[in-house]
């Protein structure tokens, strides 16, 4: 009789692990590129340069409101390859089981895997899974390392910030953050918040359709706006100044952000991007993103000034101004 | 003063993590690709199919006689993208890192890594750190995505092996294996055990100049030499028969199998291939490997025969025959 938990045998290499990928990930990532699962799998890259990104997922809770972990290693390398400008390709999925973990968890999170590639667009073409003991993981990693084409004569870069250009967010800012967070709390809250996990690679698509003066695209997650701006700010060597009234954040992530002491500029968001555009297609740039579903909320939030160069600085609500920093001090791990 | 271990602020991705990045990983990773450290990095592939690849490394102890999970990391992702053919060009690295892990053994992995690296050829570019918890892993695993180029009119897999085809090893079996067992079990021997853990993409190269005749590659890492060659027996269908004398088995690992109670077929090897080429190939095949420090103890083991398909005959040297099964059984975790 087949396990309903993960065994050591599972990672051993041997007759179990087969059987787990056969009934566990095979059909369910199913196609051309993976279905030999031999060492390596064989693609055609069509012309053009290739993006590449990777980034291992351990967020805790591995199921929370609008997503898991599954649905959140895929989109959150989707973003990374399309912020160059990349039409995402290709995933490879390595996983990391802790003995014990529940296989019908394992199926929940692997079938949002696959359903998320799907929307995304994007193809499965190698895993690895390894299982170690009791207490040597904390239920489920998942790497993803996605490979995108970028066409041909796009550049966009961090180090492509100019004076003059304008900065836009796609949409609200800390949804992804403090919703992980709040559950963790155990936060049994009226008001409905939920992760903003999505692949932003059909809203890239459209927003590079109708604007050709976009230097820079960066999704905030780890650190938040703030820590991404200050990342832009140092790498193009630029200021960049912001208007705290213009930054849209939900009522509801203010709210449980006052609540809970945190400040939702340095909260993670797993589907919104910071697009840095030159200053006279702001409009324009605003325009392709309200037009898309994911981008609604999108708003102009500042603009790039010459000096002094590697500094954030904010315009407040009432009046003042302050410089917005790099995350530092308290940590808040496992957000991703 | 910066810590001497891992906190886990390292892993938030504010200041704490980029001064980690810089401290640790940007001085000996460097390369043009990676430097900008942007959400991914941007590659110019030759022309030509892609082989790509990605595997895990939980390894337990993390430091080995013969290499340590650094090492291990890049060995094993070159490996298996080299058994398609393909000259190995670029890894992506995903670490996750226990809170308390020392910074000292970091930066010893971190600088076998970039060494061997720099050994094979291949350029680090994009890479990825987490953070988790006290408890919450095992010190630190390692993920690598590893992508190669695939020469004009080359086609190796899994699926083409042909009855008549020879079947060849490169070098002793479970080397790798049995120093991790033995080093886990606290077996203090007068006989040095050592991995086999090595880059083999030269080995390849060489075998496939010397020789148009080969249809398969693989390297028998995870449940050994007989596991290996029943996936292919089985992707192929056809049959493969061998001559257990024929199979180099180093003495002081014979011992310590005989000791421990395991068998060497079963044990992973992490700088080892098998080969299986055109049976009038197979002495081109094997001056080849010979001819290569890596491949000193090649030796032809074997023969593809049509049928029964999917199954793996072993002629025992004291002039019987068994089946060799996948392994099934006794678990051996965290090999690799």
């Not at 929307?119 to 073409?125: L, T």
Request: hydrophobic share 45%; with cysteine; net charge negative.
């Amino acid at each position: 009789m087949a396990s309903d938990t993960i065994l050591l045998d599972h990672g051993a290499g041997g007759r179990a692990s087969h059987e787990l990928v056969g009934r566990i990930f095979a059909g369910r990532f199913s196609n051309p590129l993976l279905d030999p699962l031999d060492d390596a799998a064989v693609l055609t890259p069509p012309p053009g340069r290739l993006s590449i990104s990777t980034d291992t997922f351990v967020v805790d809770p591995v199921v929370f409101p609008g997503g898991n972990i599954g649905s959140l290693a895929v989109h959150g390398t989707v973003n990374d390859v399309c912020m160059r400008g990349a039409k995402p390709l290709w995933l490879t999925v390595g996983f990391v089981l802790e003995e014990g973990l529940s296989i019908a968890l394992l199926t929940t999170i692997v079938e949002s895997m696959a359903r998320a590639a799907t929307e995304a667009g994007v193809v499965i073409v190698a895993g690895d899974t390894k299982v170690v003991g009791r207490g040597q993981a904390d239920k489920i990693f998942i790497n993803t390392c996605g490979i995108g084409v970028i066409p041909e004569g796009l550049d966009l870069g961090a180090h492509l910030a100019r004076p003059g250009d304008a900065v836009l967010v796609s949409g609200s800012m800390g949804d992804h953050g403090v919703t992980i967070l709040a559950q963790r709390e155990g936060l049994n809250l009226d008001a409905p918040l939920k992760s903003d996990s999505a692949s932003l690679n059909g809203l890239v698509a459209d927003l590079l359709a109708a604007c050709d003066g976009v230097h820079v695209l960066r999704d905030p997650t780890r650190g938040g706006l703030a820590t991404t701006l200050n990342e832009i700010a140092a790498t193009s060597r630029v200021a960049i100044e912001l208007q705290e009234g213009a930054i849209p954040v939900d009522p509801v992530v203010q709210g449980v952000c006052e609540l809970l002491g945190l400040d939702p500029f340095y909260l993670a968001n797993e589907g919104k991007l910071i697009c840095i555009v030159q200053g006279g297609q702001a409009q324009a740039a605003l325009t392709a993103l309200r037009a898309h579903p994911l981008g609604g909320n999108a708003a102009i939030i500042g603009q790039v000034k010459e000096a002094p160069a590697g500094r954030v600085w904010m315009h407040t609500r009432v009046g003042g101004g302050r410089i917005l920093d790099m995350l530092s001090g308290e940590p808040l791990p496992r957000i991703c």
